[in-house]
Every structure is written in structure tokens, then in C-alpha cells.
């Protein structure tokens, strides 16, 4: 079935640097969203975007956090700088439509701040 | 505010047996319910949603979900497991005008042994 990719499966860096994690959603989705899981919490919404633009952020979504998927390309995260909370699997998902439609799940990436 | 809670971290069951993992909601609204699946190391997988009409949904690989609004329930249900249906499992809500965000339960982990 269709699936979406995330690159990369697991990132290292140090507080205080930029990290950009990206997606690569199924190719006709409109809907793109992040997720962030904590290790031993439940995931959590970040944000979801749509024909350019945020629609919802949540309280998780700090200052810090910026999406945007140029030209039709990786949808992507970046988090300038970054914190030690910030360590944790962040979900990429994608859906055709909006309301009450399934969204297909990447396989996360591992983002541990030092 | 929404919430899902899934009340079992862990389940145990014989193959053959019949299994029937919990999840209860908190919406003020009429929700839309979904359950998806996570095989080890892999990413998380549809199984089936509520939206309305039918109390009882069926998904795939035969997975069925119950809609009990009288207690708030959306339990997932198969008879028999099978081995192959170890996995961890998450509920989710949607809640309407709510940009299509999801918010998941915890996960139950289940183990059927053969």
C-alpha cells in the first residue's frame, strides 16, 4: 500500500543546534502532519498543514518549531534551536482528505538531543 | 478537551481465543474513532474508524470495533486470534471541526502465543 517515508530514522545532535526532519508523504495527500511520541507516553499532536499553510498547532508546537513543504517536495520540521525536551519519535503522517480520513503513518524518526 | 484512554497496557492470550482490547473517549461532541496497529518495527496501520450509522465497523484483517456511545466505548474485537496479530495497538480520536488532528490512547500491547 502507499507509504510514507521519513529521512532520517535516527538523529544525534547537540543541544542548541537546527535539525530538520523530513518527510516524504504519499504522493497524492493533500493533509501532512506531525506527531510526537516521548518515549513510554502516548503520541501527541504538533501541527498539521494544508495547501501551503499551518492549519493547527498545538502547545507542543514551540517558537522553535517551523513546517513547510517547498514546491511540492518533503514536508518537513525544523527545530531552531533545540532543547533536551525535545528528544523523542516524531510521527510524519499524510491523508487524501481532511476530516475523518485515514492518515498513513511514516515509521518516525528518532531525535536524540545531547 | 479529548482524551482516549486504553486501559490495558499489555494483554496475553492463546491463539484461537477470542480478543477484545478497551478504549474509552472523552468528547463533548460526536466523535470519530479509529484504531490503527503497529507490527514490530514497522509503521502504524489503519485497521478501521467510526464515523456514524453502524455501532459495529469491521476493518481489515478481520478486525471488528463496537461504538458504544451509552459508555464511551470504541472496543476492537477478533475470534480467533492468531499469532501473527501480536502487535501494539492504538486507539484514536477525532473530534469534529477539530482540523483533523488525532489523539491516541496510550496503546495496548498484545501478545497471543500460539
Known amino acids: 500500500g502507499p507509504k510514507v517515508l521519513q529521512i532520517p530514522s535516527h538523529q544525534i545532535i547537540d543541544m542548541g543546534q537546527m535539525v530538520t526532519l523530513n518527510c516524504d508523504p504519499v504522493s497524492n495527500h493533500l493533509y501532512f502532519y506531525w506527531y510526537k511520541q516521548i518515549l513510554g507516553q502516548q503520541m501527541e499532536f504538533l501541527v498539521n498543514?494544508?495547501?501551503?499553510?499551518?492549519?493547527?498547532k498545538s502547545k507542543l508546537f514551540k517558537d522553535q518549531f517551523s513546517v513547510e513543504r517547498p514546491d511540492g517536495s518533503y514536508f518537513t520540521l525544523k527545530i531552531q534551536p533545540t532543547a533536551l525536551e525535545d528528544s523523542a519519535v516524531y510521527f510524519c503522517a499524510s491523508s487524501l482528505m481532511g476530516g475523518y480520513a485515514e492518515q498513513f503513518f511514516g515509521p518516525g524518526t528518532r531525535l536524540t538531543v545531547l | 478537551a479529548q482524551s482516549v484512554d486504553q486501559p490495558d497496557a499489555h494483554v496475553t492470550l492463546s491463539e484461537g481465543a477470542s480478543l477484545e482490547l478497551r478504549c474509552s473517549y472523552s468528547y463533548s461532541a460526536a466523535p470519530y474513532l479509529f484504531w490503527y496497529v503497529q507490527y514490530p518495527g514497522q509503521s502504524l496501520q489503519f485497521l478501521l474508524k467510526?464515523?456514524?450509522?453502524?455501532?459495529v465497523v469491521k476493518g481489515t484483517k478481520g478486525f471488528e470495533a463496537e461504538f458504544r456511545k451509552s459508555n464511551s466505548s470504541f472496543n476492537l474485537k477478533k475470534s480467533p486470534a492468531h499469532w501473527s496479530d501480536s502487535a501494539k495497538y492504538f486507539c484514536?480520536?477525532?473530534?469534529?471541526?477539530?482540523?483533523?488532528?488525532?489523539?491516541f490512547g496510550k496503546g495496548t500491547l498484545l501478545t497471543v502465543t500460539p
Open positions: 498543514f494544508y495547501n501551503g499553510k499551518v492549519m493547527e
Open positions: 467510526y464515523i456514524t450509522g453502524d455501532t
Open positions: 484514536a480520536l477525532e473530534g469534529g471541526g477539530s482540523n483533523y488532528k488525532l489523539t
